[in-house]
Structures are given as C-alpha cells and as structure tokens.
C-alpha cells in the first residue's frame, strides 16, 4: 500500500512541496496566498493571479464581530492555552448561512457553463438561470446585504481589480448580468454582495466550487486571529467575551 | 453596555478594519499575512515586515502527511458538504506536541529578556537559562527533528532572510547562541527546528507569545486545504482517507 | 434585551433545568440520556422512553477504527493537554457520509405522514415514496452496509426492543415496509441498518428530524472518550494514532 | 502492522465491544453512561457504578447560558446543516478555565495518594498539600463559585451519593478535610464546587485524573443538544444566537 500524494515529501535534508523545493523555492518568494493557489493548483500563480488572490482573501477576512468571531472569543475564554481551538471553533460556523453563498455562486456559474457551453449570449444566459431557479423556487445566491445597500463596497473595487489584472471573464460577466436583470426584475436596486463577487472572480480564477468556500475558511482564520488578539490586549476580565457572557447571563428569562 | 474594539465598523457604504477603510486601502494593496499583522499590532507592516512574515508562514503551513492533515481528510470524508469542519479538525492538533514549541520557544525567549534586560551577554544568558531549565527539569523547546538531522532546511533559509531584512535581532541571536552551547554540551549536532527559529523570529518582531502559535494555526489552514483539495481531485474511493481508514480496518487485532 | 430560555436558570442556592430542580429531581433520579430527552422534550422521559433511548444511544455510539475515531486519535497525538478538541475533532466528521442517513431517514418519514396523513395504507405510502425517491434520482436511505450483510445485528435488536416499549409505530412500520418491497423490487436481501432502524425509532419517538443526528453526536462522544481512553493506556509511541501516522509516513508516494 | 484494539470488532454478523456483543449483552441492557465507564474500564458498571456515575455526569452536562452554549448557538446560526459541528464548537472551550479544575482536582488527590500512599492521616494530608501549593504558589483547584455561595449545592448531593454508593472514599475524603482547613485558614465559607466534587468522586471511581475532564466533555455534549434543540424551537430570527449578535452588531464602539 503506497498513499499517492502531490503535496509534499520530507527528505532528511530538504522538503519539497508540489515540486518546489521548499526552503530554496518558495521561503522568501511567494506570499502566504500563494501557497493556497499552489495547493490547489500544483503550480506557483503568475503575479497577477497572485495580486487577484490576496485582493479576494482580503476582502473576506474581517468583518468586525459576527457570530464567528463572537464564537472564537468565547472558547478562548474558556481555553485560552488552546488557541488553535479558538480558531478552529470560529471557522465552523462558516455553513450556509453566511459564507455557502460563496460556494453556491461558484457552483451555480460553473454548471451553468458547464451545461450550456457558449450556445448563448450572456444576456440570454442571465435570463435562462434566474427564470431557471425561479421555477425549482431556488433563491439567487450572491445577492442582499443587511448592511451595505445598495452597494457592498468591496465587490465594485474587486471586479475593478479583476478587469484591471484581466480576471473579469464570463463568470464574472454572467453574474453581473444577473445582477442588472434581477434588479430591473425587482424593480430596485439589490446588493450584489461580496460573496457573490468572490464566487464569480474565484470561478474565472478556475477554482472549483467544491473549494471555494475553502478559501474562505483560510482567510477566515488569519481574522479570528485578530480577534483572539484582541481579547489578550483586553485581558480575561474587560474582554469582549466575558462581556457577552455576563451580559447574556444578567439577562436571561427563564421559562422553564 | 458598548462592545469596544479596534477591529471594524461596518457602515451602509464603508467597512472599516484598523483604521484602514478596507475597499480602499487594504483590497488590492496588502497581502494576506500583512492582515494578520494588522490583526495584532493595529497597523500595515513595513515592506520587511511583510516579507519577513509572509516567509514564516509559508515555512509552516505545509508538512505533508502530519495528524493534522489525515485528519482533515478523514473529516472530510465524512462531511464533504462541510469543508469548514474538515479545515478544523486538522487544526485541532495543533497542540503542545507539534505546534507548542513555537510558542514554548518565544515565550522562553521574551520572558528570559523581561526577567534579565540588558543584564547579561548573550553568551552569558544563553547559559542561564540552559543552566535553569535543567534545574528546573524543563525541555529546551526549538531542538531536535525526528526527520531533518541535523539541519532543518527551513531554519538557515529563515536566519538568512531575517538577517536580510533586520529582524536577526536579541531573541533569535540568544536561540542560536542556545543552540552553539546546547550542542557542545551534549557533544553532537542536535537540529535547531524551524518552530524554534519561527518562535524567535516572530519575537523579534515583537510578536506576544501568547500569539504566537495562531499565527502557524493560521498558516497550517492554508495548508490544510491543499490536503481536502486532493481528496477532492483523487475522488472519495481513491482518496488517501478511504485508503488509511480501510487499511485500518483491514489491519485490525482485536483484544477484546 | 431579555433572552428568552426553558433551559436553565442559576440562583446563589438552586439550580433549575427544564423546570426541574437540578440536585433535587435529576441528579441521582435520571440516566444521561434522560438529559438529552428533557433538552428537547422539557419534560422527564417516561420509563419507556428512557429504555428506549439508552437503547438507541448505545446502539451507534461505537463502532471500532472509523474516520471519526481515527481523527480524534490524531488529534489527541497532537494536543494531549486539550482533550476536548480531540472529542470535538472525532465528532466533525459526522457529516452526510456516515451519520447523515439516520436524518435522512427521519425527515422522508416524518415528511411523508406530513403530507399524505392517514390517506394511505403502509403498504402504499411505502411503494410511493419508493417511487417519488425514484423518479426524483434520490436515494433511498437508511439501506445497506458495507460490512453487515444481509443484516445489521443492531437492527432487529431495537426494532424487537421498540415493539416491546411500544415504539414501533407508524414511522418505524413505514420504514419496514419499505425495506420489504425494496428488497422484493431488487430481487435481493438488502440490510436495512441501524441508521435508518434509529432515524425511524426517534421518529416514533417524536423528535424533530433535524435533532435526530445531534443525538448520534452525543453519542458517539461518548464513544470516542473510550477511543483516547486506549490512546492513554497504550501510550504515545505505541498508540495507534502514532502507528497509523507513522505507517503512512513510510508508505507515501510522491508524485509533485 | 496490525493495529491492537480492545474498543471493537465487527464481524458480517456481529459487532463486539470490549468483549461483549453490542446487540445480545448491551443493547437494552445498560445505560449511555456505562458505555463510557465500559470504555475505559473494559468492563461493565456494577449497578452502584452506574449510578454514581450518571449522577456524575448530570450534574455537569448542563448550565445555562455559558460560553460554551453561547459558542454552540452562534456556530448553528451559522451552518445549521452541519450540527456536529455546532455540538464541536460547543465543546471546544472545555478547557483550563471553565472545566480544567475537574482534572486539576484529579490530579491533586490521585498524586498525593501515588506520593504518599498511607504515610499520613487524611487530616495530615489536607494540610500538606495546602502548604505545598501554597509554596509553590498554586491555586487549589476545586473552590470558589462565582453565583453559587457559599455553597454549590450540587456538591452535597453528589457526595451523598458517593456515601450511600460507597464511593466515599479516601479521594473524596481528602477533598473534603481540605476544604474544611482551607475555609478555617481563611476565616470564611469558601464554596467547594460541583468541579471539585467531581473530580474526587471520579478518582475514588478510580477514573485516570487526564481521563476525567473527557467525561464532562462527553456529558455536555448531551447539554449542547438541549441548546440547538432551542434554537431549532423559537426559529433563526427569534434564536438567542441572533438576539445576542445583533445586540453586539449594534452596541459596537469602533476604537480604530
């Protein structure tokens, strides 16, 4: 029995990962993002897909406390010698609800090209999908924003970064264009939020559907860890976590 | 009651993180590492900071074959539909076995520095604390590699790069001076590792102990899903968590 | 802001759960099982109910070397200090693949006495969601096993203790009734297994489809304790975790 | 290689546990506790056992609102197709602040016994370790309770228990004469809390002090499903998860 791999062999004198000579090759030449591209891909990004990746993970590190963040700063609370645990404890609340719309954008591009091939203009293509997941009484992935309306101001600045590094092709294309026909649809002005662009540009990007959310997840955890800092810089007591707790606790109903 | 933080403001129009509007400022200017600095020290690295960083991470975030990784891909083999859980789970060893000595190394460095200042030669303090780990029975954590003896490839590259970039400062100048007498002590070359030279390295750049650990948590997510990414791309019956498992199963004596 | 809860209140000298008074009525009065009943339920389950869910719990809360065990062992080799994590670790992986059925199982039950009611027989409720299944390309869940064949051992073990309790009823009866035209239509012995055999108790049991497999997770923490248990008695190097990680190591193949 | 077990074999016809055949011996036979003691005893609870040990675990599986459930609740809000994984989360902050004391205990009776074995009375005893801690400057784990003083009346119960079960004994025993010196050196009534308790019973139960904190792991596993359960009940909108996080999202002081 022999496991198959193309991600690393360690030698008594050298590393090698996906080909590349570890400390030779990419220690000093390549940033942290590129080592998820070159994970995936088996191969270093050019310096464009380079910059369009960082550009992408950075748009969707951080986002101030959310129910992932809260749920970091409480396990560090309670074990806060496992701080891995912390992290990992924030990354699971990454399903559906907030960041799958990144994965269902992604899916729902790929298999609509996948399907379709170029038999039709954008345009008609927009109209075929949304008319399409109307009639399975599917929602359209990628769009709405509790807070940024009309606008989530990081999508505009990544579809400029992606047309300026030349990664605004048909995914990204086709989700515009729903976009534009879904708002006149609507009758008004709907976010098109950052996942959904994230979904699109990782797709023109040739990332799999199946990952993309993956991404996120990764670029998810160099953000907790901003946030388990900042519960240390506070200390245990005035911390935000034990805020919430206390506070929760003062105001608990019970009906048992 | 007001939660306060220096992370992020979400507004209609901006999202703000450290003081940097995030569209504007960081999307598209800044890498994924340069994030996690911002995270812990509330502002952008320098050029050398960057580098320096980006180099430590990508030092870390991958191993091959570890327990973190199998168990990532055997999470995933059983929840594919929640890669979220599948990245957590292989951070979950990150604990005092694999990953403790990073932060073993730098807190023994920072706390050596708080205790003696200025007091002490290098020479002289690096015997100290030798000297009161022994009496203390501790481990010196940082040295030996049950694989790369007696050089770790990736601890000259990361001195190299950290004396290139000003960072080859008192913390990892006391480690490798640690590492001179350790071995004559001991009569043979023993591996100084690259969670040694990465414990030190971040102290240099005045990175709490405390974090220290989080930042190759968060490296090792990019890593992981490299790992989910194979098991993706070889399919469930091929893949490397069907393989171990079954091997397992089929290697089993019970005793029960 | 007053946060609403059945679950529990805390003064200086009691403590209430559900109602209850936790020293007074539960402790030394109920079995664990009893608690998850009461969370969901917010009453005591009667004799028979208790029977029936230890006997339930018991049945999936163990199952030797799986992926699930596997990676809390992994886990445990890397973070023996954070015992939770490695418990949590094992329970990540308890995803669609391994526990998913037994939810599956109760949501098509549960689903169809929603819809159709008393309207139809067993016998053609069965052959008509065997034929829904069918044309909509779904499996039917809750059938075959890759090591118990033609049956489960665990199967006709709950459904003789459900009979006996009085839970075999109109879910379990569905369920059965499926398992026999389904073989019939195959023209052979298909285990119907334990997932499914639970995932039809619970239903007859009323608990809500999307809480059946939170109970196979409680479970099988239970179950994993025993799995670190050995980890502890064997020792680390010569721990299973270790042999698996080390027989991997020496067996990897690499293609980069 | 094959890997030695006493956990678990499945055969096509049966599956054995620790020598027992799950579906003949334990099926409808013994409680969801047992097979926690069966794991790590490799045998079955005596009836006395049993019900010491599920009054154990039931005093600890469930306490409200904590950071713990908190971290559960906010993972579900997220990712509610992925329950294990908002059970995991839950779990993860298990550790040196909230529930490490159970082992600490655990510890500090068991290695006094290793170190002293009968050398001195149990009066004796109590005041040595006090002393050694004190000099080392070590907390004593076990006492103190933030809401429940001077008495956490779980306590009582549990060790009423113990006496009638006779599980009394020398661990307990200890605990208890340390309590009592420790209150009179102070001059005031300390709280010996339910951790405390715990830890002496599962020792004088001759459980492994690092086995004993992944009992209540395991038992509260159990609570955290009660705390989904309540979330599944009131809905996504009305959930304390999104009562809590929206009460942060708006009570937010951006110190950027």
Known sequence: ????????????????????????????????????????????????????????????????????????????????????????????????????????????LQKTYQKHGNEYSTEELAGLVIQERKEQGLQLPGFGHHIH????????????????LGFLNKHSQLLIEMHKQFCEQKGKEITLNVTGAIGAILSDMEIDYRLVKSFAVAARAVGLVGHIAEEIETGRTESVAQQVFEYVENHTDYKG
């Open 1 to 108: 029995m022999q496991f198959e791999t193309k991600i690393g062999r360690s030698t008594r004198e050298q590393l090698h990962v996906h080909g590349y000579n570890l400390a030779d090759d990419l220690i000093g030449n390549i940033t942290l993002a590129d080592m998820l591209f070159l994970g995936v891909k088996h191969r270093k990004p050019t310096e464009a897909e380079s910059k369009m990746l960082n550009a992408t993970l950075i748009a969707i590190c951080e986002h101030g406390f959310t129910p992932s963040s809260l749920s970091s700063r409480l396990t560090y609370l309670g074990a806060p010698e496992a701080i891995q645990a912390a992290v990992a404890a924030g990354l699971l609340g990454a399903g559906s609800v907030y960041f799958g719309a990144m994965e269902y954008v992604a899916e729902m």
């Open 149 to 164: 309306k009309p606008v989530d101001p990081r999508t505009p600045k990544l579809f400029a970064i992606a047309e300026e």
